[in-house]
């Protein structure tokens, strides 16, 4: 098995900081950077757009992962696109379209995925798992960061785990949600590839320690 990628959410950073927390990210040596994008309807809480995405770009090559908890996607996908993003995955139970939203951001030569929310079931991905790059599994409910792991959703990370074997396909499996030193090694043998890392990595005493812990 290859080691598990660690992509630290800049959800957990300082707002004012940001050109300095995507050159941390770097500097404590994680893969991907994390950006969740959050509109107050589909999820209470409210973070950035594209603008910020566009802008972070200017500070950083790295992987930007972006993450959109909004309603109607398929409107904003191609906007997200050409901001910076590499990646952009949505909820499929937020949108009036998903497999348009899949189409615009694959014209763009950008990767895509699907989101399942953690009090979801299998059916709102299942249709769109041989059209994406990524299937995002949450382990806490959308929305806010630093809330606790709900381990019960490892069985759902193993299943799509199998589904993916069985049928042959392609998608990295994400996971998103109280990730941590402590419990990444259970996340990875349920079939995780990447890690979302909010507060374990930001709130850590040493982050560039704790992504390594990770990446195992």
Known sequence: MSRIKVAPSILSADFGKMAEAVNNIKNWGADWIHCDVMDGVYVPNITFGM???????????????????????????????????????????????????????????????VVLNADQPFSVIEPYLDKVDMVLIMTVQAGFGGQSFIEDRLEMVKKVKTIKEEKGYNYLIQLDGGISPQNVALCKNAGMDIAVAGSSVFKATNPSEAVRAMQI
């Open 51 to 113: 603008p910020m995405v566009k802008d972070l770009r200017k500070y950083t090559d790295m992987f930007l992962d972006v993450h959109l908890m909004i309603t109607e996607p398929e409107k904003h996908v191609g906007a997200f696109c050409d901001s910076g993003a590499d990646m952009v995955t949505f909820h499929p139970d937020a949108s009036k379209n998903p497999l348009k939203a899949l189409e615009i951001i694959k014209s763009k030569g950008k990767l895509c995925g």
